[in-house]
């Protein structure tokens, strides 16, 4: 397979995957980028169009998967606004009590893990997302590069 594309097909090809790394720079680089590239070269390389379309796809499946998450996390948070504006949640009402200065940490009465552990736990799977997303990326730069073609996992078929 490697021996019918040319150096430049596999070169745009990585760099279009490549260029998803851009987000990290320019806002929404991830997009603009390889579209930018697969778009001028997709006609005339069938190697590129393919590739293009998996790292736009993917792109777009991981963008759609962080708001899902996100999205998760939401009603948590709605619960616990009720609790935040309560007077009595960050202990102002003791201010005035410098002379009677008791540090003891009571575990039935931390409020916040309540809402800790939901945007813990949205948190990593946030930080998951992440790591697929380079982790694919760089797989796909390497092997397109090595002429291979590429289909990432986790992915909707968007752009067919």
């Given at each position: 397979?490697?021996?019918?594309?040319?150096?430049?097909?596999?070169?745009?090809?990585?760099?279009?995957?490549?260029?998803?790394?851009?987000?990290?720079?320019?806002?929404?680089?991830?997009?603009?980028?390889?579209?930018?590239?697969?778009?001028?070269?997709?006609?005339?390389?069938?190697?590129?169009?393919?590739?293009?379309?998996?790292?736009?796809?993917?792109?777009?499946?991981?963008?759609?998967?962080?708001?899902?998450?996100?999205?998760?996390?939401?009603?948590?948070?709605?619960?616990?606004?009720?609790?935040?504006?309560?007077?009595?949640f960050f202990g102002f009402e003791r201010l005035s009590d410098y002379n009677n200065l008791d540090i003891h940490i009571n575990s039935d009465n931390f409020r916040l893990g309540r809402?800790?552990?939901?945007?813990?736990?949205?948190?990593?799977?946030?930080?998951?997302?992440?790591?697929?997303?380079?982790?694919?990326?760089?797989?796909?730069?390497?092997?397109?590069?090595?002429?291979?073609?590429?289909?990432?996992?986790?992915?909707?078929?968007?752009?067919?």
């Amino acid at each position: 397979m490697a021996a019918t594309l040319t150096k430049h097909e596999r070169n745009l090809a990585a760099i279009i995957h490549a260029s998803t790394f851009s987000k990290y720079i320019i806002p929404f680089g991830n997009f603009i980028l390889p579209l930018i590239l697969w778009t001028a070269n997709k006609k005339e390389l069938s190697f590129v169009d393919h590739n293009g379309k998996q790292a736009l796809n993917f792109q777009i499946s991981m963008l759609l998967y962080a708001i899902l998450v996100g999205l998760i996390s939401i009603p948590f948070f709605i619960g616990f606004l009720p609790e935040l504006f309560d007077g009595n949640f960050f202990g102002f009402e003791r201010l005035s009590d410098y002379n009677n200065l008791d540090i003891h940490i009571n575990s039935d009465n931390f409020r916040l893990g309540r809402w800790l552990w939901p945007a813990g736990i949205t948190g990593l799977l946030q930080a998951g997302l992440i790591v697929i997303n380079v982790v694919y990326t760089i797989l796909a730069t390497i092997r397109t590069n090595e002429g291979q073609y590429f289909e990432y996992p986790f992915t909707i078929k968007f752009i067919k």
